[in-house]
């Protein structure tokens, strides 16, 4: 038997093999800030990016641009792996911590966090910083992830960096593994 076009040959650890279809890791998407301008936000303060609203593709049309959220479809509930980044900075060279968070269902309940301690409170010398988080969360149909960023200066104001370069340095993506 040769199987169907695509197909993979598959094992039950007993010596009998079959053809399978392969995985197709869905849904998948990649959001993404495309802005010419930065956006100011709140020093130490929860803040859903809430500029994330470009993509590059989105398979199961699962990521919803309008409210920056993530829903696992129906019937695709499992391992899902997930990367995001957020540059912040203030002008006053006076940035002094970065925290990024995947929050999951919309509550303060944190899937993932990544925080970053990037000066003390006596120094003047940070201006930018790229924060990333990579997770892999077990979901079920209609979890909801969002990606939430916490900064803190010293002085002047905190702001999260454009990519006007189209570098997408400000993303949030993820997909089924």
């Known amino acids: 038997n ?6 993979v040959l598959q094992t039950d ?3 009998n093999l079959t053809w399978v279809d392969p995985p197709d890791n869905t849904p998948a998407f990649f959001a993404y800030w495309n802005a010419n301008s930065s956006q100011s936000i709140s020093d130490s303060t929860d803040t859903k990016a809430t500029w994330l609203t470009a993509e590059d593709f989105d398979t199961d049309n699962a990521y919803n641009t309008s409210t920056q959220t993530f829903t696992v479809p129906a019937g695709k509930a499992g391992t899902y792996a997930f990367n995001a980044g957020v540059q912040m900075y203030s002008n006053g060279n006076s940035l002094r911590t970065v925290v990024i968070k995947l929050r999951k269902n919309g509550s303060g309940t944190w899937a ?47 702001y999260i960096s454009n990519d006007a370069s189209g570098v997408k340095s400000n993303f949030l993506s993820g997909y089924k593994l």
């Open 2 to 7: 040769n199987g169907t076009a695509g197909q």
């Open 112 to 158: 993932a966090a990544n925080y970053s301690q990037v000066m003390r409170d006596n120094e003047d010398r940070m201006r930018h910083h790229q924060a990333h988080i990579y997770a892999t969360l077990n979901l079920v149909a209609g979890d909801t992830i969002e990606l939430v960023c916490w900064g803190r200066v010293l002085n002047n104001t905190l």
């Open 13 to 15: 650890g007993n010596g």
